[in-house]
């Protein structure tokens, strides 16, 4: 399973940037996608996840405190894809984004795969 993302760039303070994240290989079930971030000297931070329920309704979205209300992951299920929408951006968000992701090929087992990161650059 590979996990490919785009997205990162140069933005000011209070721009916007979407990030997309697709999974290719051998994939039976995603369990979840979503995004971490490691800022220089700083360890890294889940950004949000979208993890899959039982049923579509019991899917659910986590957020790290600090980007509530201004970030929004997605996902598109039939692409094994997922998506950042980051608005408001503050030059504390700056740093490299991950994408990760839980994926199962198998029914027995559910393995982690990090994409390459993406820088975000938010000046101020």
């Known amino acids: 399973v590979q996990l490919q993302a785009s997205g990162g760039g140069f933005v000011q303070a209070g721009g916007s940037l979407r990030l997309s994240c697709v999974a290719s290989g051998s994939i039976l079930r995603v369990n979840a996608m979503g995004w971490y971030r490691q800022a220089p000297g700083k360890q890294r931070e889940l950004v949000a996840v979208?993890?899959?329920?039982?049923?579509?309704?019991?899917?659910?979205?986590d957020y790290a405190e600090s980007v509530k209300g201004r970030f929004t992951v997605s996902r598109d299920n039939a692409k094994n894809a997922v998506y950042l929408q980051m608005n408001n951006l503050k030059p504390e968000d700056t740093a490299v984004y991950f994408c990760?992701?839980?994926?199962?090929?198998?029914?027995?087992?559910?393995?982690?795969?990090w994409g390459q990161g993406t820088l975000v650059t938010v000046s101020s």
């Open positions: 979208h993890t899959t329920g039982t049923m579509i309704t019991d899917d659910s979205t």
């Open positions: 990760h992701a839980k994926i199962s090929d198998s029914p027995y087992d559910s393995y982690d795969y």
